[in-house]
């Protein structure tokens, strides 16, 4: 007879799997009741942790975030200024041609 034994699954492989899925060590688990139909389930939130130590992939995904955020100028207290529109260029180098084609025509 050929019997198989069971894998002990320890917490800290679960945790190794979590990090290398990217996914929540610690989620935070919510009970929503649908109100329609009244059935309640379970969902598992992310702890949203910004230190490593306790959630390495809410961490990370944090990290990115501030530094989207950064680049996009989240920090500064004053607004940033807009760069000029290209069609007010676009107009502007056409007035210009014109005027000198206008010129043109008067020197003839």
């Known amino acids: 007879m ?14 190794a799997l979590a990090v290398n899925e990217s996914v929540c060590v610690r989620p935070v688990l919510r009970r929503v ?3 329609a139909t009244g059935v ?5 939130i992310p702890c949203g942790s910004t230190r490593e130590s306790r959630c390495p992939s ?13 680049a996009e100028g989240w920090h500064r207290d004053d607004e940033p200024q807009e760069p000029d529109d290209p069609c007010d260029e676009e107009t502007d ?9 206008e010129e043109q025509r008067r020197v003839r």
Request: proline share 5%; net charge neutral; hydrophobic share 25%.
């Open 93 to 101: 180098q056409d007035n210009q041609d014109n005027d000198v084609d």
């Open 58 to 70: 809410c961490a990370k995904k944090a990290r990115w975030l501030r530094m989207t955020q950064c």
């Open 40 to 44: 309640e389930t379970t969902v598992p």
């Open 2 to 15: 050929n019997r198989s034994v069971p894998l002990s699954i320890t917490t800290e492989m679960v945790r």
């Open 33 to 35: 009741t649908d109100r």
